[in-house]
């Protein structure tokens, strides 16, 4: 079984700084890594998404993350952080397998101070 | 194009009474899923289903039914509401190819038992 662990449940940080939220996965086999980000009363929206191809992938809104096999993390970064990136960010794992459903991390509220 | 659709978007219930959370896709998915989501928690899977007529349990299953008779829709029933049944429950679909493929989520439906 997989398994996501996101490390930090808040997270806050100075407008233009960098935001580095943590994730790290446990999976028996080849997995896909995925963020989403959740704003306040809203549903979960896709960042990014490692599929196999590039180790770094870039998202929406400036944000990136790489896929560090030996380490198994796929950390988020964003070099500038703007008021705008307030939100729950949640990382999640999948394999292929008969659901091919996601499994969550406990999300990460990152918290952005003017 | 609609996406992920859920209602209703908010709903207070009577401790022991029953009600259905709906879920219609426009998007020709075969992969649905029912995730809730508790305070400061990640995502939890209730129930999903490849295709219509076929549907099985997630993690958390207990006190929720589904059912899929048609590749659009998802209902998920709760029979005899309990209080520990509070959250926020999100409806996705992704589409068949693999577990690479993105999870696509409706804007959430918020449930209070008291």
């Known amino acids: 079984a997989q398994s996501v662990t996101q490390l930090g449940s808040h997270v806050s940080v100075s407008e233009g700084a960098l935001v580095l939220l943590r994730c790290n996965y446990s999976?028996?086999?080849?997995?896909?890594l995925f963020w989403y980000v959740q704003y306040p009363n809203q549903g979960l929206q896709l960042l990014l998404k490692?599929?196999?191809?590039?180790?770094l992938v870039k998202g929406i809104n400036g944000f990136e993350a790489e896929f560090k096999k030996s380490e198994t993390s796929f950390h988020l970064t964003k070099p500038s952080a703007h008021m705008s990136d307030a939100a729950e960010y949640f990382c999640a794992v999948s394999v292929n397998n008969a659901g091919n459903m996601l499994t969550f991390g406990g999300g990460t509220r990152l918290m952005v101070k003017p | 194009n609609a996406g992920v659709t859920q209602t209703p978007k908010f709903r207070i219930l009577k401790i022991g009474q029953s009600m259905t959370l709906q879920c219609t896709q426009d998007m020709n998915h075969n992969y649905m899923y029912w995730y809730r989501q508790d305070p400061g928690m990640g995502l939890k899977l209730i129930y999903y289903?490849?295709?219509?007529?076929?549907?099985d349990k997630g993690e958390v299953p207990n006190g929720y039914n589904v059912s899929r008779s048609t590749t659009e829709d998802f209902p998920l029933r709760l029979e005899l509401a309990a209080p520990s049944q509070t959250s926020v429950y999100f409806c996705?679909?992704?589409?068949?190819?693999?577990?690479?493929?993105?999870?696509?989520f409706g804007e959430g439906s918020w449930l209070t038992v008291v």
């Open positions: 490692y599929t196999s191809a590039a180790t």
């Open positions: 999976s028996s086999v080849p997995p896909y």
């Open positions: 289903s490849v295709g219509a007529g076929i549907t």
């Open positions: 996705a679909s992704r589409p068949t190819g693999g577990s690479g493929n993105t999870i696509y």
